[in-house]
């Protein structure tokens, strides 16, 4: 993985001083709260309803087992135990002392970490395949490429300022698992007819208010010039974005307002000035990054069957079946640690867990972790005969709950439990419908379903594309959930159908019974859950789910014309 040079350690040492100095000058109040606010956005700390929240970058997910082992120790040290991580393939440690964020930081640079561009209107971290390197799909490791982008993303000076936030995903094998379609920009891996590796360029896709499937401006671009347009598309969004209305200030907003061949002739034009210029790539310069991720010193290893190994063990068949993916190299496997063990806020871990998962590293997968946009942590080089070990260790610790891609494998945003912007709780939905569902029999029956939970607005548990999506909504002072469905991430990405009326949060697990009994009841063989919405329509699940009210103790079920 990639190692900070004398630049990076000279830029986080700077910054760190800065922000010292700056959080010094508030506490004496020598800085107002609306003068400290954007500084400590540039460095990753919102104020949140009880305290101060501190985001930390994880770039495209890859850490190192001493970054896991720091994560505890802030953990520990400066939080209450545990830390939360996100949808963006970060940290979040939601209790800090703002008197201390400067010390974490320097804790942190320590294992060559930071929380710079974590917030504000800036590039954000650039997430990627939390396989990539090892996914037997892959056409080339897109770690390199994000790499690239972080150095050339990080202090830009022209991009420091946006209308709004900008997130880039990219995506490096035939199936997509960066969900590069809801992102600013959204970048895949592509050969053209004579074999050379590009980059088929998306934009304008997001979330929050204004769901939109990103489009795409140019279906090969070599890599030579992953840089330089990609500068061409800031340009024109820099120039052009809205600055007067921040809910219509996102590229996506642009794009849907000039047209997709319109913002494409801009991007265009603008690129003509920039194509090899000075930030085209050159083959030194990938090479110089590539090297940093290299493969591990792999065994010479023959694939083995390490279930039959235990036969009559159905919990490590599960988990086999679940929660270990394949792996181009023979005998390894790539293993999802969950952390959607039922009674736990999804994407939690304590301070002890995280020390574990880094021990686990180091022992079973070269010190190497990955942390998934789906809030799980992957080990990604395990060695087959080794499952069976690893799965009684994460076991005892919490982290074998064989459900990846399951019901309760839900993706979920802190919510009004700590979020000032949520108009409702997010994670009491999440555990009432964990526990209303935690038989793991019946989840398998189901098969892979996604179910994704926000707050607000906003979209952080990224709800528009669940194949059940519940967003929280405030109706005259009450918390209230909006439920959508057929939404999808990866190749076949779509934006889920409102159902109706909201409900409350006492109604919302057996609302999720009722479409699931629609769903089994009407699916074809191997039928996912979106592709069974698209053949069938909304209006099936519907009149199930309104037929009869959905009683609730001392509550009442929305009139149908009552939309939020």
């Known amino acids: 993985m990639y190692q900070y040079d004398q630049y990076d350690h000279l830029i986080v040492r700077e910054r760190i001083a800065q922000y010292r100095d700056q959080v010094r000058r508030r506490l004496a109040d020598e800085l107002t709260e609306a003068e400290f606010l954007p500084l400590r956005l540039q460095n990753g700390l919102y104020l949140q309803r009880h305290a101060y929240m501190l985001r930390i970058a994880v770039p495209y997910g890859l850490l190192a087992s001493k970054q896991m082992r720091m994560f505890g120790h802030i953990a520990r040290k400066y939080d209450r135990g545990y830390g939360h991580f996100t949808t963006r393939q970060n940290i979040q440690f939601n209790w800090v002392e703002l008197e201390q964020t400067p010390d974490i930081l320097t804790d942190l640079a320590s294992v060559e970490m930071h929380a710079i561009q974590t917030s504000g209107n800036c590039i954000r971290n650039t997430t990627s395949d ?142 003509a000035d920039l194509k090899d210029g000075p930030e085209t790539l050159t083959v030194e310069e990938m090479q110089r990054v590539i090297d940093y991720f290299q493969p591990p010193a792999y065994k010479q290893l023959e694939d083995s069957d390490v279930v039959a190994a235990q036969a009559g063990n159905k919990a490590f068949a599960n988990w086999v079946s679940r929660n270990v993916k394949p792996h181009k190299q023979p005998g390894y496997a790539a293993v999802v640690l969950s952390l959607k063990k039922t009674g736990v806020p999804p994407g939690d871990a304590t301070a002890e867990q995280m020390d574990f998962m880094a021990d686990l590293s180091d022992r079973y997968s070269f010190g190497e972790l990955r942390v998934t946009h789906e809030q799980n942590v992957v080990l990604a080089d395990v060695e087959q005969s080794q499952l069976f070990a690893l799965w009684q260790e994460a076991k005892a610790h919490g982290l074998a709950t064989p459900n990846i891609g399951l019901l309760t494998d839900m993706i979920c945003c802190p919510g009004g439990d700590f979020c000032s912007l949520a108009n409702a709780k997010s994670l009491p939905i999440a555990a009432a419908i964990s526990e209303r569902f935690e038989n793991l029999d019946y989840q398998h029956d189901i098969g892979e379903i996604e179910l994704n939970i926000s707050g607000c607005i906003n979209a952080c548990g990224h709800h528009h594309v669940g194949s059940i999506g519940v967003l929280g909504v405030d109706k005259d002072g009450s918390e209230w959930y909006q439920v959508s469905i057929g939404g999808a991430q990866g190749n076949h990405a779509a934006i889920g159908k409102i159902i109706g009326p909201s409900f409350s949060a006492l109604q919302m697990p057996e609302v999720i019974d009722r479409l699931l009994q629609v769903y089994l009841r009407e699916r074809f063989e191997d039928e996912s859950f979106a592709a069974c919405v698209q053949r069938i329509g909304v209006a099936p699940f519907k009149e199930f789910v309104y037929a009869t009210p959905i009683a609730e103790k001392g509550g009442r079920l929305v009139g149908e014309d009552e939309y939020v």
């Open 130 to 271: 939390p396989y990539a390197g090892v996914a037997a799909d892959e056409i080339i490791d897109p770690r390199p490429y994000a790499e690239v982008l972080r150095q050339w993303s990080t202090f830009h000076p022209e991009f420091l300022a946006l209308p709004r936030k900008f997130k880039v995903a990219i995506n490096g094998a035939v199936e997509d698992r960066a969900a590069i379609a809801i992102h600013d920009i959204g970048l895949t891996v592509v050969r053209n007819e004579a074999g050379e590796v590009g980059f088929k360029f998306m934009a304008g896709g997001g979330m929050g208010r204004t769901p939109i499937i990103g489009s795409v401006i140019r279906e090969f671009l070599p890599w030579q010039h992953l840089l330089t347009y990609t500068e061409a598309v800031m340009r024109v969004y820099n120039q052009y974005g809205r600055r007067d209305n921040k809910y219509k200030a996102r590229i996506k907003i642009l794009l849907k307002a000039v047209g997709v061949e319109e913002f494409t002739r801009q991007v265009e034009e603008e690129w």
